[in-house]
């Protein structure tokens, strides 16, 4: 028996007891890819969402971004010797920005996937329906409904009740797709408590899952689901994971998929096989005594046809790059086309998040200031006069001003949700700094712990929302851990918010909380980093947000903690005169990076080490709205 056999024979092995209604069965879109169904798998449908719907050239800027900020996609598979290259953009958040901007026109945005609408089984389908007249289960990640056709034609009835179950929904349940877990606003807050129980209920009624043609990227729902699981939750079950592959077959050393590790850490035991899906479900036949796979069919996909107009991808690049935190290519196309609607209230949001990110805080300050006060966004316009103040470290006056707009924000959750961040960062920074910390202690006590529990009104507040809470519970952290005098107790919440934003596609935000993370590791305890590995770190930081187009990003390096160490006095200057800081900031802060810089200076010197540039720590950015 070859090699590739035995590793097969081997995987098919690990349910030699089990019996099929035992198995469930877990597919995502490599299953439909094969003729005659001939669906694109995940990357070729981005691919097709973008030169539907978006500008030219719009997919090839997003990779550049993508490049630049450090977002690479490696082989899974150790056999693979395809070389890491720029991430593409998340499928779902492109099919959002063009559902939005085509807002009239939806759903016939999902005209996109008619081809999966009408997408006709392929052998591996039939291996599932086989399974399911066996008694099994199948729940999948698709949209088609191909596992249902290939029972009914096997058997000419409908499939049974609850034995196929799609946990994004399907076009039977969704003709027009509006209730689909095709974009970001549907999925990113999770699945509802109900989908949730009915998927880890399928776990753990059965003894063993195989997984086939599963990326394993539903990072916002399925990964949430079981990481929200018991040590023990998943307990006795076996999961053999097949990663398709063409070459070899083998193991690979590590699981290459998070989602791996987190059933692996519930108490499942995972086993992950990377080759041919066929060849191991051929050998699981076998065993199960059904008939070997048919021969493959060629593929023969069908690009369905839609008419967008200039003006609607114009709209669907304006808010997809919106979406993606790329500051540099909003500017341009607000330059050249506008926002591609009639909405001042937008256009107005547009300019705030383009001076906060250049960090010309006067100017955004006088630009909400001089906005009529009785416009739809006029909590938007307090809050953000707030922000522009504590920006500047003007922060008694901003802690004035915020303050007084409480009364004004009573019954709107989502105006005091946002007005309460502000407030806590004011009072976070004032307790950092060494002449207003008596009054920060003093204001400490009047934060809550607990940040309110807000529910966003609509899909389009759902992406808001959910960086509103992440921004709010990372800065009450700090809060706490100032109250307490100790290291914050969730170290780990900026290395998730990272992930988070990472996944949305959310560039900027992605940025914001790897900043953080830098500041919460200095110092950690862990292995201290040499000033020429510190100073790298912060220039990738530093690269990074000034070629999404935020000086304001960039030029807060030199206030990181250990930056005194590796930025030189004119870089440290040139940082603080670049952004609308007040003066007396600017000297409050010279005044802390002078004798630090002057005793690393000293030390190295003493040691006979050339001194290299470096600056302090100072308060994490403020997230733009």
């Known amino acids: ?48 969402v973008f030169d539907a719907f978006f500008e030219d050239g719009a997919l090839a800027r997003v990779l550049t971004y993508h490049q630049v900020v450090g977002l690479h996609t490696s082989p899974l598979c150790a056999l693979d010797t395809t070389l890491p290259t720029a991430r593409l953009p998340r499928l779902e958040t492109a099919l959002d920005a063009a559902a939005r901007a085509r807002s009239e026109a939806f759903p016939d945005t999902f005209d996109i996937l008619d081809d999966v609408r009408n997408a006709v089984p392929n052998r591996l389908h039939h291996f599932a329906a086989r399974h399911i007249a066996l008694g099994g289960r199948h729940t999948t ?41 095709a ?24 003894r063993a899952v195989i997984v086939i043609g599963y990326s394993g990227s539903d990072y916002f729902d399925v990964d949430r689901m079981v990481a929200a699981l018991a040590p023990n939750g998943l307990q006795g079950l076996r999961v053999l994971w097949v990663m398709h592959a063409n070459h070899r077959a083998h193991v690979p050393e590590a699981p290459p998929v998070p989602l791996q590790s987190l059933l692996r850490a519930a108490g499942a035991d995972v086993h992950v096989v990377c080759g041919p899906t066929d060849a191991l479900l051929t050998e699981i036949a076998r065993g199960w ?10 593929r023969s996909p069908q690009e369905p046809h839609l008419v967008v107009t200039a003006a609607e991808r114009h709209r669907a690049t304006f808010l997809l790059y919106r979406a993606l935190g790329m500051h540099r290519e909003v500017g341009r196309l607000l330059r050249s086309g506008g926002t591609g609607a009639d909405d001042p209230v937008e256009l107005r949001s547009v300019r705030s998040q383009l001076l906060w990110e250049a960090g010309a805080w006067n100017s955004l300050r006088r630009m909400w200031w001089r ?7 006029q909590h938007t316009r307090n809050e953000r006069i707030g922000a522009c103040l504590w920006a500047q470290g003007r922060l008694l006056p901003a802690w004035w001003w915020l303050n007084g707009q409480r009364a004004a924000v009573e019954g709107n959750p989502q105006a005091a949700y946002a007005l309460e961040e502000t407030i806590s960062r004011v009072v976070e920074h004032m307790h950092r700094t060494p002449d207003l910390r008596a009054i920060g202690r003093r204001l400490l006590e009047r934060i809550p712990s ?50 988070w934003f990472r996944e949305s596609g959310d560039l900027q935000g992605m940025l914001s909380y790897r900043h953080r993370a830098l500041r919460d590791a200095y110092g950690s305890g862990e292995t201290e980093p040499s000033d020429a590995e510190l100073r790298e770190r912060y220039d990738e930081l530093r690269t990074a947000n000034l070629f999404l187009g935020s000086p304001a990003g960039a030029y807060r390096t030199v206030l990181l903690p250990g930056a005194h160490r590796v930025y ?20 409050r802060l010279l005044a802390w ?30 997230r733009a709205r």
């Open 593 to 622: 990076y002078l004798p630090r810089r002057l005793r690393h200076w000293s030390t190295t010197r003493r040691r006979g080490v050339a001194g290299v540039p470096g600056e302090p720590d100072h308060v994490t950015r403020g």
């Open 371 to 377: 906005a009529p006060a009785d416009e739809p966004d």
């Open 1 to 48: 028996m070859s090699a590739r056999n035995d590793v097969l024979a081997e995987a098919a092995a690990l349910l030699h007891d089990m019996a099929p209604h035992e198995v469930l069965l877990w597919s995502g879109a490599g299953l439909s890819v094969e003729g005659p169904t001939s669906l694109p798998g995940g990357p070729d449908l981005t691919r097709r």
């Open 568 to 587: 030189r006095l004119h870089e440290f200057v040139f940082g603080l005169m670049a952004l609308q800081y007040g003066w007396w900031h600017r000297f």
């Open 450 to 499: 607990d940040p309110p529990v807000v529910t966003a009104s609509g899909d389009d507040d759902h992406d808001r929302h959910e960086a509103a809470f992440r921004a709010l519970t990372d800065v009450r952290d700090s809060l706490d851990a100032l109250r307490r005098g100790a290291p914050r107790a969730h170290d780990d919440h900026a290395r998730e918010s990272t992930t």
């Open 289 to 298: 005594g059904l008939p070997p796979l048919a021969a493959p069919r060629p």
């Open 183 to 206: 974009t970001l606003s549907r999925i990113e807050s999770g699945f509802p408590p109900r989908e949730a129980d009915t998927l880890t209920g399928l776990l753990r009624r059965h």
């Open 141 to 181: 990640a698709n949209f088609d409904t191909c596992v249902e056709r290939a029972y009914e034609l096997q058997h000419d009835e409908t499939v049974p009740p609850d034995a196929v179950h799609h946990f994004h929904g399907s076009f039977a349940d969704s003709p027009d797709g509006k209730d689909l877990g």
